[in-house]
Structures are given as structure tokens and as C-alpha cells.
């Protein structure tokens, strides 16, 4: 016990979850006091040295600071706070209801901030550091995860404001970035979108058929990693002398390859990994047919990804760029060079 006081407290919230619960866990063992955040009691951690469980709820505000005031009670102050705690709300805009975009906000960005604002006194006292679980969605957008995408973009960006907002106090913020990994998040965000989807008009439903289809397609060639690598890098992130800004876990450091794409390549690329490409509107429902799926694209038979952002994908780069310029342009006459003036 002196020597988890020694090493200092930490909060985690989402305590209960897969990366969550493991985080604790790997906290505990290196000798750290860890607040595990849950929104009723559980007897998840009975019996591990250092973890105290406090209620805690990200959609009340109340619940928050009354969890800072229990643990101020405490300790002097906190190591790190770890904002874990996160939903994912799925689906096509059109058919996620109003109150489903509230919930993925309160949970995702709103409530990581209002533990930061209740919290950062205890940060400050302990000369503290905070760490917030984003996602890759954060950086690149995906289709059918509009509000997921929209709430971590919410988080990276207070998480880089922050970091210059409290550099006076040399109060480090970082951000980690799980890859695909194993937890129940992604079955319940299912079995949230498909009650969504049931209560929903289903002349809308059916318009997004093929696109829901597609999207189960795409999530069952993804093999998640384990909880165990991201609470270690959490861990890390918690230890580190200077910690980093970004840490990407897993499929995560391939998946960040496409933020340096051109945007209507990165389209593209988004599209054809998913399936959304072959897709077009219902005759009764005219739309204009995106550029991206002009065409059907090329066998992906016998060809050879190039890099480990196309295993992650599914596809190959010759699936994505074209290996033949297009007739206009192997068609059109050289352009004439123009006589040098020398200098």
C-alpha cells in the first residue's frame, strides 16, 4: 500500500469495460492507486490490491463532482486521468434518431470535458497528466459511423487545444488510439443500431439495405487485437517521463496512412475497402452517382497488397489506382517543353 501512495493515484473511467477493466489491471500491477470509474457498484475487482471503485456517470454532471469531491476526500492528488469511457453509435445519419447522436456526444466528448474541468484541480496538485481514448474515426471518417467519427474528431481537437491551454502547468495531455480490438462495445453498438433501425420508417431502412450489408461484410474481415496491448499502452502513456501526444495501437498505425492521402483518393480508398462502391440509389429515388462507383472496380484476384495499409483495408492498391493512365491521357499529344532562361 505505501508503495502504490508512492506512485500515485489514477482515475479511469469506463472502468468495466474490456479496455477499460484490463487498464486497471495493468495500473494496479505496476503499483499505482487506481480509481475505477463505473457507473453503479461492481465486484469486478474484488480483491485487487489498489482499486477503489467510485460511481461515476459521464452524462450527469452531478455524478461527476461528486466522484472528484470523494476522491479529493482521499488523496491530495491524482497521477493521470484516464478518460476511457465510450459508445459507439452506428448506422446511416439518416436513420440514427436525434436522442442516439445526444448520447454518443454526452459520452464521447461533453463528459471526457466535464472530467477534465472537476478533475484538473487534483491534476494540478499532483503534478498529474491526462490521457483520452480516441479512436481512428477521429482522424478519418467513416460512412456508417457518422456520429462515432463526429464525437472522437470532438475529443482529438480538445485534446490539442488543451495540451497548449495547460502547458503553463506543464500538465501533459496525450491521446491514445486503439486499433480494432476485442470488447462487447462493437455487439452492443449493434444491437443499439438494429433497435434504432426498427423503429425507424423502414421506406428509409430499405434504402440502405445493400449499405448495412456491405458494412458486416467489411467488420467480419478485421480481426480484432487484444485489450491487454491497449491498457499497456495506456500504462505507458500514465508512466512515461515525457509522454508522448499521439500513441496508435495496432491496426490504428495503418489505418493513419490515410489522413495523408488526398481527400478524394482517401474517398476512394474508404469506399472501395467498405463495399460502398458497386452500391447506387433505388430507381424511385434519384440521386447522382458518386464518382467513386463509376465503375466496378478490378478483380482483387491474384493481386498483391504493397503495404500493410491495404492488408488492413482488404484491398489492393491496383483495386484503388488505376496501373494505366486514362485514354484521355494516353491519348493526348506530348506537351511541348518550354525553352530554359538562363540564369
Known sequence: MAEQQQRGAVLVTGATGGIGAATVRALATRGFTVYAGARSATSLFKGVTGVRVVTLELSDSASIAAAAKQIAGEVKGLHAVVNNAGVIVQGPLELVPAEEWRRQFEVNTLG?????????????????????????????AMPLLSALSASKAGLDSLSDALRLELAAWKIPVSVVVPGSTATAIFDKAGAAAKEAQSQAEQDRVRLYRAHLEAYEKANARFKPGPVEKVAETIARAVEARRPKRRYLVGDARSLSILTKLPAGLRDRVVAQALGLNRITP?????????????????????????????????????????????????????????????L
Open 112 to 140: 471526457p470535458a466535464t472530467v477534465i474541468r472537476e478533475f484538473l484541480p487534483l491534476i494540478r496538485s499532483g503534478a498529474g497528466r491526462i490521457v483520452n481514448v480516441s479512436a481512428p474515426t477521429g482522424q478519418v
Open 282 to 342: 433505388e430507381a424511385r429515388w434519384p440521386a447522382r452517382r458518386p464518382w467513386y462507383s463509376s465503375a466496378p472496380p478490378p478483380a482483387l484476384a491474384g493481386t498483391r497488397p504493397v503495404n500493410s495499409l491495404a492488408k488492413v483495408i482488404g484491398c489492393s492498391w491496383s483495386a484503388v489506382i488505376p496501373t494505366a493512365p486514362p485514354t484521355w491521357l494516353a491519348n493526348s499529344p506530348p506537351r511541348p517543353s518550354s525553352p530554359r532562361t538562363p
